[in-house]
């Protein structure tokens, strides 16, 4: 993706199982499954570190309650601004 990330996301790799279920839903492909072992024996899921979106799929479809935080992140003011019909509020003026 050519856009800057809206979002991030945090695995707890002590309680990810490694069943792939997020990877698998990720509408961006930002997470895959570690190719090293936790200490339980599993691959667990990984966030690549970019293209995330924040829509919190991963999260939804996870069977481990606590393992995924999915982060929004906000947007810049100055984009804000230029996204408004004259680049600034109307209550403003």
Same mark, same amino acid.
Not at 35 to 56: F, I, K, M, N, W
Not at 64 to 78: D, F, M, N, Q, S
């Given at each position: 993706? @050519?856009?800057?990330?809206? %979002?991030?996301?945090?695995?707890? !790799? !002590?309680?990810?199982? &490694? /069943? %792939? =279920? /997020?990877? !698998?839903? /990720?509408? *961006?492909?930002?997470?895959? =499954?570690?190719?090293? =072992?936790? $200490?339980? %024996?599993?691959?667990? $899921?990984?966030?690549? %570190?970019?293209?995330?979106? #924040?829509? #919190?799929?991963?999260?939804?479809? /996870? *069977?481990? *309650? &606590?393992?995924?935080?999915?982060?929004?992140?906000?947007? *810049? +003011?100055? $984009? @804000?601004? !230029? $996204?408004?019909? &004259? &680049?600034?509020?109307? #209550? +403003?003026?």
């Amino acid at each position: 993706m @050519a856009e800057r990330a809206r %979002g991030k996301v945090f695995i707890h !790799e !002590e309680e990810c199982k &490694g /069943c %792939g =279920l /997020c990877v !698998e839903s /990720c509408p *961006p492909h930002c997470l895959v =499954l570690a190719a090293e =072992l936790s $200490a339980y %024996g599993v691959h667990p $899921a990984r966030y690549t %570190g970019q293209d995330c979106t #924040g829509c #919190g799929i991963c999260f939804y479809c /996870c *069977p481990e *309650p &606590g393992a995924i935080t999915v982060y929004r992140l906000k947007k *810049p +003011a100055k $984009a @804000a601004a !230029e $996204a408004q019909p &004259g &680049g600034v509020h109307a #209550g +403003a003026v």
